[in-house]
C-alpha cells in the first residue's frame, strides 16, 4: 500500500516527461517548415541551431523538454486569461482561425460522422486516375467553382492532395523532364510565398531545383514558374513573368476566392491549385486539390501522391466534402435567412482592413499596398482586394521591420523570406478576433 502512491507517482512523471519529449522531438522535426510552430514557442533560431552539435544532444533534449514544457503551459493560460499588454501575438503563420465563429455557427449542418467500418478501403474510384479521390469531394469540388466562377473545370482531371502543399511538389515531379542532365529550374516573381524555395530544395532532387526570383532569371532552357495569384505575401493580382514558350505554368491559386479578391473570370490553366486552408478556411483538414488539363500530368501526380502517402485520408476528404457543400450551399440559399459564407467573410476581411489602413495611415510608421476596386462577377458588384495577409513596409528609418513589431510582441514574417528587403513584413490578417484586435491597437499606439 505504502509503494503504491510513489509509483503511481513515478509512472505520471515519467509520462509526462515522456510526452513532453515526444512533442520536443516532433517540434525539431518540424522546425526548418516556415510554417512550423518554432516562432510559435518563442524560440529564436539561432537558439535552436547552436544546440545543433551531438556533443550537445543530451543538452539539447533536455532543454527542448523544459521549454516546450513551459511554453505548453503558457500557451494554454494565456489564451484564457490574456494579459493583454505583455501578451505575444502570433501573426506570423497564414492560421485562418477567424472562421472559426461561423463554422461554430453552422453547428451540426457541417458535422459529419464516420463509423468505424466505413472509409477502411486504400481505393475510392478505380476508374478516376485519381484513385483515390472521394467522388463526393469531386461533386462538390465542381459545384463551388460553378457556383463561384473562379474556375473551369470542364475537361480538368481533379488530383486531391494532403494539403495543396503535397500537389506542389506532386506537380514538380510530373512535370520535371525525368532524363535531363540537370534539374530543371523552379521559380516564383518575388515576393514569393516563402515556402517555396525551402519546398523545392528539402530534398535535393536530381528532377527539380530552386532558380530564385522568376524576374532574374536568365538562364536558357525550361523552366517551372509558379504564379501565385492573388500573391502571398502582398495580395496582387498576377500573371507569369518569364514569358517563354520552354516554360512550366503552376497557377497556386488558394486566394482566388471572393472575400479575398473580386473574381473577374474563370481561371483556365494547364495546372491551377486549390486548398480548403484558405478558401473555407479548413488547414487542420489538409486537403487542397489540382485541376490538370493533360491526363499524363493527372498521372504523374497521382503517382508522385500514391508514392508518397498511398493517397489522401478518405475522412479528410468526406469532411473537406461537406464543408464545401454547405457553402455553396449557403451561396444559393442567399435570400433567405440563411448566412452566406462568402458574405460573411468578406465583411469580416473588409472590416479588419479598414480597421489596418486607419491605424497605418494614424502613425506613419507603416505603408500598405493599395489596390483597386474591381468589378466581382460572384457578388455582381464592384468589391475590394482584402488580402490573406497585411504586406507591410516600414518608413522612416526602421530597417529591420520585423524585429521592430517584435519589439511590441507581434511575430510577422520578414521580407528576406520572400526574397526582398527587411524593410517588408508579411502580417497574418485571419487570426482570432481577440489577437487581431490587439494587434490593431498595438499599431495604434506605436511611436519612435
Ligand atoms: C500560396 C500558397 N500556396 C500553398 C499553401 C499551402 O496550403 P495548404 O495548407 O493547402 O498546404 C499556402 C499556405 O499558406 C499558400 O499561401
Ligand atoms: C513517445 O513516443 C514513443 C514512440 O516514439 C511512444 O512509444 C510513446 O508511447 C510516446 N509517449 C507518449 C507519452 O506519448
Ligand atoms: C511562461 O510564463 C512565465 C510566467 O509568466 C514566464 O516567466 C516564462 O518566461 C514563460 N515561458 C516562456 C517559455 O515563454
Ligand atoms: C507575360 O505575359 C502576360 C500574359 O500572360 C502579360 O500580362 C505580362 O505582362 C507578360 N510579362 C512580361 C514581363 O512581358
Ligand atoms: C452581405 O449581406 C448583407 C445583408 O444581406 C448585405 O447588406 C451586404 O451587402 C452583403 N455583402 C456583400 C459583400 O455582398
Not at 510565398?193 to 530544395?201: E, L, V
Not at 508522385?304 to 440559399?333: C, M, P
Request: neutral net charge.
Amino acid at each position: 500500500m505504502m509503494s503504491k502512491f510513489p509509483i503511481t507517482f513515478s509512472m505520471k512523471h515519467f509520462l509526462v516527461v515522456s510526452l513532453a519529449l515526444n512533442v520536443s522531438l516532433i517540434l525539431r522535426i518540424i522546425y526548418d517548415n516556415e510554417d512550423g510552430p518554432s516562432k510559435y514557442m518563442g524560440l529564436k533560431k539561432t537558439t535552436m541551431s547552436q544546440y545543433d552539435a551531438k556533443s550537445r544532444r543530451e543538452v539539447s533534449i533536455i532543454h527542448h523538454l523544459r521549454l516546450s514544457a513551459s511554453t505548453l503551459a503558457n500557451s494554454s493560460t494565456c489564451s484564457d486569461h490574456p494579459e493583454d499588454r505583455d501578451r505575444i501575438i502570433n501573426l506570423d503563420h497564414g492560421d485562418p482561425k477567424m472562421y472559426e465563429k461561423f463554422w461554430r455557427k453552422m453547428g451540426d449542418k457541417s458535422t459529419i460522422t464516420i463509423p468505424g467500418w466505413q472509409s477502411i478501403s486504400y481505393f475510392s474510384d478505380i476508374t478516376n486516375i485519381c484513385w483515390f479521390l472521394e467522388p463526393e469531394l469531386a461533386k462538390e469540388v465542381v459545384r463551388l467553382h460553378n457556383v463561384v466562377g473562379n474556375a473551369v473545370t470542364k475537361g480538368r482531371y481533379i488530383v486531391v492532395g494532403t494539403g495543396s502543399s503535397q500537389l506542389i511538389l506532386a506537380a514538380f515531379y510530373a512535370l520535371s523532364p525525368p532524363d535531363a542532365p540537370e534539374p530543371i529550374s523552379v521559380l516564383s516573381a518575388s515576393p514569393y510565398y516563402s515556402s517555396y524555395p525551402s519546398m523545392t530544395d528539402f530534398q535535393k532532387s536530381g528532377l527539380y531545383k530552386w532558380g530564385g526570383d522568376a524576374k532574374s532569371f536568365d538562364k536558357d532552357g525550361p523552366y517551372i514558374e509558379l504564379v501565385t495569384s492573388p500573391n502571398n505575401p502582398d495580395g496582387h493580382t498576377r500573371q507569369p513573368v518569364v514569358n517563354r514558350s520552354d516554360g512550366i505554368l503552376i497557377h497556386d491559386l488558394a486566394y482566388y476566392w471572393p472575400h479575398y479578391t473580386p473574381i473577374s473570370s474563370p481561371s483556365d490553366h494547364d495546372i491551377t491549385l486549390f486548398t480548403v486552408s484558405k478558401s473555407t478556411g479548413h488547414a487542420g483538414m489538409r486537403i487542397g486539390w489540382a485541376l490538370v488539363k493533360d491526363q499524363e500530368v493527372a498521372k504523374r501526380m497521382t503517382k508522385f501522391i500514391e508514392l508518397n502517402t498511398i493517397g489522401v485520408s478518405k475522412d479528410s476528404q468526406l469532411r473537406a466534402a461537406k464543408v464545401l457543400k454547405l457553402v455553396s450551399d449557403s451561396t444559393e440559399q442567399e435570400n433567405t435567412q440563411e448566412l452566406s459564407f462568402f458574405n460573411y467573410s468578406y465583411e469580416i476581411m473588409e472590416q479588419r482592413w479598414k480597421q489596418l489602413r486607419a491605424s497605418a495611415e494614424a502613425n506613419g510608421l507603416f505603408t500598405l499596398p493599395n489596390f483597386p476596386t474591381e468589378f466581382c462577377t460572384f457578388f455582381n458588384k464592384e468589391t475590394e482586394n482584402l488580402p490573406a495577409f497585411a504586406w507591410m513596409k516600414c518608413e522612416k528609418d526602421i530597417e529591420d521591420c520585423q524585429s521592430f513589431l517584435g519589439e511590441h510582441k507581434i511575430m510577422s514574417r520578414g521580407g528576406k523570406h520572400f526574397g526582398v528587403s527587411q524593410r517588408y513584413v508579411r502580417v497574418s490578417m485571419l487570426d482570432t478576433d481577440e489577437n487581431f484586435n490587439l494587434f490593431i491597437d498595438r499599431l495604434s499606439a506605436m511611436q519612435i
